[in-house]
């Protein structure tokens, strides 16, 4: 089974603190995601990643950057964390290419507080 | 503007019946389309997937209908039992940005014993 895990379940964070959220997966995957999931918004995809040190921006990366030093680890960053940045994160993977491969396994999802 | 609309927030259901999840999407570049269910405090997991091609897919008490003149696509579950219960997303991508997928805001679904 693919396990993707998230480093912490919930955190609380103060405005202006910088904000490290990392996910891990087992299962030498290729891709890899940040999305954010908000009431009524669904998921939205903030950073991808398709290969170590490669990311490119999804549809939300504004405040956010994102780290790819191996290919199991897949790190979001915010910069500088704003009450806006309020949300539940969510990491995904996904391994191979093309439509037989489109599955994305997701981490538990780290709960974020800005205070 | 949301390109994948779920327009029922939330869904009650008793067991045994069928429960019916729809979706609208308003991208007609989307070909392939994508159910996951989570559950609290938990990923959401995948559950199935419908290509442009077809316009039925079934898995098990799961099948996935797909209308493309009216971009629309359904999820049918039948019979639903209590552990059904969860917050479904139906997803969207287009085949030449398959890394992006576009999802709905979600339905919640209760099935009640």
């Known amino acids: 089974d693919v396990k993707v895990t998230q480093s912490s379940r919930y955190l609380v964070k103060r405005t202006g603190e910088k904000v490290f959220l990392e996910c891990v997966q087992d299962m030498d995957h290729e891709n890899m995601f940040w999305y954010r999931q908000d009431p009524g918004l669904g998921l939205r995809l903030i950073y991808f990643s398709y290969d170590v040190k490669m990311k490119e921006k999804g549809d939300i990366p504004e405040g956010y950057s994102v780290s790819r030093e191996k290919k199991e680890r897949f790190s979001l960053i915010l910069e500088s964390a704003s009450t806006n940045q309020t949300s539940m994160y969510l990491c995904?993977?996904?391994?191979?290419?093309?439509?037989?491969?489109?599955?994305?396994?997701f981490g538990p999802g780290t709960r974020l507080t800005v205070t | 503007d949301q390109q994948v609309k779920q327009n029922s927030p939330s869904l009650s259901v008793q067991e045994g019946r069928i429960s019916i999840l729809n979706c609208d999407y308003t991208?007609?570049?989307?070909?392939?389309f994508l159910w996951y269910k989570k559950y609290p405090a938990e990923g959401p997991t995948f559950l199935i997937s419908?290509?442009?091609?077809?316009d039925k897919n079934e898995d098990g008490r799961f099948t996935v209908f797909l209308n493309k003149s009216a971009k629309h696509l359904s999820l049918h579950i039948v019979p639903s039992q209590p552990g059904d219960s969860a917050v479904y997303f139906c997803a969207a991508s287009e085949r030449t940005s398959y890394d992006k997928v576009i999802f709905g805001p979600g339905t919640s679904l209760s099935v009640i014993p």
């Open positions: 995904a993977s996904r391994g191979g290419w093309g439509q037989d491969s489109w599955e994305q396994y």
């Open positions: 419908i290509s442009s091609i077809k």
């Open positions: 991208n007609s570049m989307f070909d392939y």
